[in-house]
Structure formats: C-alpha cells, structure tokens
C-alpha cells in the first residue's frame, strides 16, 4: 500500500485508477471561508469536503467545494514537509471579474504516494488542519464481477470510459439537491443533462463534458 515505488503524483491508465480518480461531486460541507495564503482574499472560498480511499496499493484524496460563480480553481498542493503520510493544501482561486451568485460544484483529486489505508492525511485549509481517515476501497462496483451498489446509490465510473468492459468505480450517492446552472455533459447512456448533478441523479457516469453528439 505504499505506491508501488512511484516517485509522481500522476497516475496510470489502469482500472485500479479508473476508479480511484473520482470525487464525490455535488455535495459539498459550506464551512469555512478562504483557504490560507495568497488565495481568494474575496473570502468567497469555502472548505472542501474531503474523502480518501485506498486500493491496489494507491490512495486518492478528493475534495469537493460549492462556490458561487464558474471560473474558479481548486486543487491540493503537497507540502514540503518530508513526512508520511504526506500533508497537502486545499487551495482555491477565484476567477477574475464581477462575482454573480450561482452555485457551481468544483471536485479535485491528487494521488498520494507514501499513504495507506488507516493513516489520517493532514488537509490544511481556511480553518486549520483536517484529518482525512483513508479508507479501505469497500464500495468498488462493476468489474469483471458486476458489482452493484446499494439502494439510494449508483456507480460512479471515471469520465470517458463508458465503453471499457472491464471498468471499476467507486458508490457514491445520488445527489437529492441540483443547480439549475447550464453546464452540459453527455452521460453514458447517450443522453444529453443539464449539469454533472442532474446525470448522477440519473445514477449516469459521463462520457463527455458537452452535448451528446446524436
């Protein structure tokens, strides 16, 4: 559970990162104002929510946010400090311009090398310091095995691979709450929605970030 003797931060195209590069979108904790820095003096940045999962010897760090306008940048940012389990930043910049409110929902995600499940990550963010707990890969779907997932979920496949046969994921909850914000994707089912929520209400992976094609 130690990278398999990684020294990056990028991950492979094999179906163990297929799923561990998904985030849980479109449910974000609104709690802290700006994260600490040079980033968003507006005060408009909010705390992510955060998730670590592990498997096939890898672990994945997800944040979500719910900011008010498109055009922001979220991402973690690894400290410096040699420590293990390494420690990151959430950080989050705003785009230039007139702030409108509309809610739009951003996800980010970065591979942790030196991580295993049961470690805590230190996530430092507007409010201080965050232990993320990495958990165990339980709730793995699809495969090989068909794995589904329980009621009130569906399986969240990485965007792009509808058409893998052997693809895993990761259940997430289907959202209860959606924007109305324009933002279309096509979904794996060759249907055209609105925004990322509305196809995961639908229990839809996505296929692109744009209009179906037919």
Do not use: W
């Not at 992510?48 to 940048?73: I, K």
């Not at 310091?129 to 009130?152: M, R």
């Amino acid at each position: 559970m130690h990278g398999k003797g990684r020294t990056d931060n990028k991950g492979s195209s094999g179906s163990c990162h297929r799923f561990l590069k998904l985030a849980t979108v479109c449910a974000a904790t609104l709690i802290a104002t700006s994260p600490a820095g040079a980033h968003d003096r507006s005060g408009l940045c909010q705390r992510g929510a955060y998730s670590a999962v592990a498997g096939e010897g890898d672990v994945m760090l997800a944040a979500v946010v719910t900011l008010p306008t498109p055009g922001y940048t979220v991402a973690f940012r690894q400290r410096p400090e040699r420590v293990v389990p390494p420690m990151f930043d959430f950080t989050c910049d705003p785009p230039s311009g007139i702030v409108i409110q509309v809610l739009t929902t951003y996800s980010t995600h970065v591979l942790v090398i030196n991580a295993s499940a049961g470690d805590a990550i230190t996530v430092h963010d507007a409010s201080g310091e965050t232990h993320v707990q990495v958990l165990e890969a339980g709730t793995v779907c699809g495969g090989f095995a068909g794995v589904e997932c329980a009621e009130g979920q569906f399986c969240l496949y990485e965007d792009g691979t509808c058409d893998v046969a052997d693809r895993q994921g990761a259940c997430q909850p289907k959202p209860e709450i959606c924007t109305e914000v324009y933002d279309p994707v096509c979904g794996c089912d060759g249907m055209t929605y609105s925004n990322l929520c509305h196809a995961f209400v639908a229990g839809q992976s996505i296929a692109s970030h744009e209009e179906c094609s037919r």
